[in-house]
């Protein structure tokens, strides 16, 4: 007995020679009629044909235990069962915590902030959120005596110009307290409390309210901005490919640091990328650090020399000598154009077509202020500096301040001015604290920067320092006993009193008083006459040892450095203050005592015209 299978073989094979023959003789007709086309007739006799073919075909294939090949629409294979899984949940934030001040950023001007509240209200209850792993410390030593005066220990500890063991941490790790505490604080205990690692990444100004980028909510009634800048890069290295990005470093943070101390001990060669304070220091410090491994170090200046946006030419040609002398290969005006990397060292072609290969690119060109958060909140922002608009009192909205790198402030002498200066933090973060607890000052301080290249460079300088700027400088072959520069005076870990904080943040009552003694030292200078030596002496042997180069806008003094010399900030506030005009040499050593005695006469003043009036700009963030 067949199988139903086997019935529909032969039923199939009867089907096709009966549509064979009638293909044929319709293919026949039509041709006589039609030529040799073939008629609709035809083509679908021969469609069955390859139907049934095809259904044959199927069926022997399936008995071979295959599955069949259908030039129908396929069946839809049986699927198995899915087992359902059940939906992720993410976990839900962490909980809210409110804190009557807030302050993001744990840099610098959030430690004096801190310190600024706790001086107006003894019982606060302050929330630190940073992004970074550390506590408050201080960055100037990063560039500085981490390199050259490096102790032992885990605290990052250096030797300062007394001898002192100091540490970059502004406080011990004990003063902060964590945010689980916050949680559980029933308010009768004054605490700081610390958020490390979180970015805050959205405010609600009119709620009162900031969000993590974990979720968190953080409830406040006065908020503080201080997130600082970020490193640039330059256009050549930041579109590279990833070969040469991992062989790129910037240099702003701790971390940096710790990744920069590392390629140091291992590699062969770095090139320095920025002419800058802190490319030339940083140029400096490592290759004091590499001396003993022979570590090639080599600087790329896009300008003619160290410093020289800031330094009048000589004295910018000088500093780049001394530089050199440190051992490091300094070339200036020289552009980077392109980066390649074998994954193992970085080649940089030049614009004039030299290149410079090199295990890592160190870039130190300037940082950008962190605004991403108070343009999210819509506060104002300087279409010029780039900074927060605040007010005198530092106050961007109601409530809500900016201090440090990130805020641009109107300076009563200068005007709107963005500064990217420790002592600016400082003070800009102490008088930012006070106001936030209710102080109602006005910020009228005009901060200084100092910077430290190897052991013949070291100056002080406050104001526009401009090199397009005309210039007055007049020098001495001697040099100052070195001393604590004005705005380091509070950045040791003992600093954990108010009244040593007090001091170093420079107080308006302690800068008042500074400045008290400086009106009184230059109305001395003016109607002693005696004191003016006959001839200011130029520098001999072109060995710029002690000096002051004075900045004139109009002939008004809005810019000093003062060369290894110390303690003469108070005079060259005034002098900007009360826009002291200033024409000669005589006149600039008598305002700063260059001389304790007249000194020989055969030597003649440093007067350097510098630029036409045309080129001194507004004023500038400072780099």
């Known amino acids: 007995m067949w199988s139903a299978g086997c019935r529909r073989v032969v039923a199939s094979s009867t089907a096709r020679q009966l549509l064979a023959r009638g293909a044929a003789r319709s293919y026949s007709s039509d041709t006589a009629a039609h030529g040799s086309g073939l008629s609709t007739s035809a083509w679908a006799a021969i469609a069955g044909v390859s139907i049934t073919v095809a259904a044959v075909a199927g069926y022997r294939s399936k008995r071979a235990g295959h599955e069949p090949v259908s030039s129908s629409k396929p069946e839809e294979k049986a699927k198995a069962p899915v087992k359902e899984v059940a939906p992720v949940t993410p976990p839900p934030p962490p909980p809210a915590v409110t804190s009557e001040y807030v302050i ?152 940096d640091f710790r990744k920069l101390e590392s390629v140091v001990g291992k590699d062969k060669s770095i090139a320095v990328i920025g002419g800058g304070f802190l490319g030339s220091e940083l140029a400096v410090a490592v290759a004091h650090k590499g001396k003993d491994s022979n570590l090639k170090v080599t600087q790329l200046i896009a300008e003619s020399g160290n410093l020289a946006k800031v330094l009048p030419e000589y004295l910018s040609n000088w500093v ?217 002496p130029a520098a001999p042997k072109n060995e710029y040892g002690k000096g002051v180069v004075l900045y004139l806008r109009d002939e008004e003094v809005v810019g000093v450095v003062t060369w290894n010399m110390y303690g003469k900030m108070p005079v060259a506030r005034k002098l900007i203050r009360d826009k002291k005009k200033v024409k000669n040499g005589k006149e600039v050593a008598k305002l700063f005592n260059l001389y304790s005695k007249p000194e020989s006469h055969d030597e003649t003043p440093a007067v350097d015209a510098g630029a036409s009036d045309a080129a001194a700009a507004a004023p500038t963030a400072s780099s």
């Open 320 to 536: 780049t000598e001394k530089i050199r002398g440190y051992g490091v290969d300094v070339k200036s005006g020289s552009k980077v154009t392109s980066a390649t990397s074998d994954g193992k060292q970085v080649t940089l072609t030049l614009d004039n077509g030299e290149k410079v290969t090199a295990d890592h690119v160190l870039v130190a060109v300037g940082i950008s202020p962190n605004i991403e958060l108070a343009k999210q909140a819509r506060l104002e922002i300087d279409p010029k500096l780039g900074g927060i608009v605040v007010n005198s009192e530092l106050e961007a909205r109601s409530g809500v301040f900016a201090a440090g790198d990130v805020c641009s402030f109107y300076d009563i002498s200068l005007g709107r001015r963005r500064e990217e200066h420790h002592d600016h933090a400082v003070v800009s973060g102490r008088l930012a604290g006070e106001n936030m607890a209710g102080a109602g000052k006005p910020y009228w301080h005009q901060s200084l920067f100092w910077s430290d290249i190897g052991p013949d460079v070291s100056f002080e300088a406050i104001g526009i320092v401009d090199s397009r700027l005309p210039t007055v400088s007049i020098w001495s072959a001697k040099k100052d006993a070195p001393q604590r520069a004005e705005g380091q005076a509070s950045d040791s870990t003992a600093a954990t009193n108010a009244e040593a904080a007090n001091a170093a943040a420079l107080a308006t009552s302690g800068a008042a008083s500074a400045d008290a003694a400086a009106v009184a030292a230059v109305a001395a200078a003016d109607k002693d006459s005696a004191a003016t030596p006959a001839e200011a």
């Open 104 to 255: 993001v950023g744990s840099g610098t001007s959030a430690h004096f902030a801190m310190l600024g509240i706790l001086s107006h209200d003894a019982k606060a209850k302050i929330l630190i959120i940073g992004d970074e792993p550390d506590r408050p410390y201080q960055r100037p030593p990063l560039s500085k005596q981490l390199w050259m005066n490096r102790e032992d220990g885990p605290e990052y500890q250096f030797k300062d110009w007394t001898g002192e063991v100091r540490s970059v941490y502004h406080m011990n790790a004990e003063v902060y307290s964590n945010i689980q505490a916050l949680e559980k604080d029933d308010g009768t205990v004054p605490r700081v409390f610390l958020l490390p690692n979180k970015k805050v990444v959205g405010m609600n100004i009119g709620q009162r309210f900031l969000t993590l980028d974990d979720g968190r909510v953080v409830h406040f009634k006065k908020v503080l901005l201080a997130t600082g800048g970020s490193p640039k890069n330059i256009p050549q290295l930041d579109g590279a490919d990833k070969k040469v990005k991992d062989r790129t470093l910037l240099f702003r943070n701790l971390s």
